[in-house]
């Protein structure tokens, strides 16, 4: 069993930045693909990154490429969204999840862990 706690969201201005971070329990987190999620008011919820388990993978949702960077720190159980340049539209609850397999994907059934998201709020 993992579990995952988002923590970082908050409300910025547009053009601001944030990082989100997600600490994770359990021993094994090093084999685990990340990925952040979103999910906006009404909309459903949809990929935003992901990183494979020794970060030599990672893959973006093109709304955010070139703007968010994710990475890990798997001495920490850590992994991170860095966000820049937010617009609006990047407003959302932000979950991080866990893949139990070597892959990477942006399908979020793919994803066997999920943390409680956290509220990124990107003022105009």
């Known amino acids: 069993q993992v579990q995952l706690v988002e923590s970082g969201g908050g409300l910025v201005q547009a053009g601001g930045s944030l990082r989100l971070s997600c600490l994770a329990s359990?021993?094994?987190?090093?084999?685990?693909?990340m990925g952040w999620f979103r999910q906006a008011p009404g909309k459903e919820r949809e990929f935003v990154a992901a990183i494979n388990w020794n970060s030599l993978n990672t893959y973006y949702a093109d709304s955010v490429k070139g703007r968010f960077t994710v990475s890990r720190d798997n001495a920490k159980n850590t992994v991170y969204l860095q966000m820049n340049s937010l617009k609006p539209e990047d407003t959302a609850v932000y979950y991080c999840?866990?893949?139990?397999?070597?892959?990477?994907?942006?399908?979020?059934?793919?994803?066997?862990?999920w943390g409680q998201g956290t509220q990124v709020t990107v003022s105009s």
């Open positions: 999840a866990a893949d139990q397999s070597y892959g990477i994907t942006q399908n979020p059934y793919a994803y066997d862990y």
């Open positions: 359990g021993r094994t987190f090093s084999s685990y693909t």
